[in-house]
């Protein structure tokens, strides 16, 4: 993988300049981006349906055009007031940020998994960004400022490392989740969030609620309709974690299998459409095309 170039989600399309106008450092992109976006449930604002609908926004060009049509030729640095800025959530801002990063030749990708700093004593799902600085992966969450995020229970537990620690009985799965005394959570939360960071790794940085592939169990069911178990058979879901483990260890054979397995196995990626199962309360089909 060239983590250098956009994919078709990060593309920024004609804001590009705009990007590139940032300081190629991490911490001013970090700053801009937290700048440009408002969490839509952090930030304790109750947007209107209208607003609240940018959550769905998938590509940074469109995420960018949301943002000139109300700060039209304003530097992405200039402040925003915040109920002004475009409503998302840490996999927004973490799109944006990869989309800053690779528009200055800087690798980057998107990691998926659930972060140990954000609640006591538990794993809250979360996206942050990760960025090669010649020598090493480096990840950092531009959501909350931090400028460095080790991959690991206590920073970020990616949803491969996370996957491994379930199936080997070390991790209560219903501690990972959207937050404490939520009902989405547990092991198809893991297995969901699998697949997505199979996904973001592959440069397709899907929503965090858009159901594909083995996903689908999801797509037209209430969470606490799901089966009490997962299927009998996870042997794909231990290949995929095990696969991304090693690739994330350097074993470049490794990374070749799993781009190879991902792009020939339909279950493992999105086709020409999604299911966005929005926490807005739509559910529509969204073509990828």
């Known amino acids: 993988m060239d983590w250098t170039r956009q994919t078709r989600f990060s593309d920024p399309g004609r804001h590009h300049d705009r990007l590139a106008a940032l300081p190629a450092d991490v911490a001013a992109i970090s700053a ?6 408002v969490h839509y449930r952090a930030s304790g604002i109750d947007f209107p349906p209208e607003r609240l609908a940018e959550i769905d926004t998938r590509w940074v060009s469109r995420m960018l055009d ?33 989309s800053a990063l690779r528009a200055h030749g800087i690798p980057a990708r998107s990691r998926v998994g659930f972060a140990g700093y954000l609640a006591p004593d538990y794993h809250v799902d979360h996206v942050i960004a990760e960025y ?7 990840g950092t969450d531009s959501g909350v400022g931090l400028p460095e995020v ?14 491994v620690a379930m199936r080997r009985g070390e991790i209560d799965p219903s501690t990972y989740g959207v937050g404490p005394g939520q009902e989405i959570s547990g092991p198809w939360m893991l297995l969901q969030y699998l697949l997505l960071e199979l996904a973001h790794r592959m440069g397709d940085e899907v929503l965090l609620w858009d159901i594909f592939g083995q996903g689908i169990p999801f797509a037209d069911r209430e969470w606490s309709e799901l089966p ?3 299927p ?5 879901q231990d290949e995929i974690a095990d696969l991304l483990l090693a690739a ?4 470049e054979a490794a990374e070749r299998k799993l781009e190879a397995r991902y792009r020939e196995d339909d279950r493992l990626h999105p086709g020409a459409t999604v299911r966005c199962v929005s926490p807005r309360g739509a559910r529509y089909d969204v073509s990828l095309t």
Do not use: K, M, Y
């Open 32 to 37: 801009a981006v937290r700048n440009l976006t």
């Open 66 to 98: 949301l943002d000139q049509e109300r700060f039209a030729g304003a530097p992405l640095d200039t402040p925003r007031p915040e109920a002004e800025q475009l409503v998302g959530c840490c996999r927004d801002e973490t799109l944006l940020t990869v």
């Open 132 to 138: 090669h600085d010649g020598t090493r992966w480096i």
């Open 150 to 163: 080790a991959l690991n229970p206590a920073g970020l537990h990616t949803a491969a490392q996370s996957w």
């Open 228 to 230: 009490a178990d997962l």
């Open 232 to 236: 009998a058979d996870l042997s794909l």
């Open 248 to 251: 994330d260890a350097g074993d």
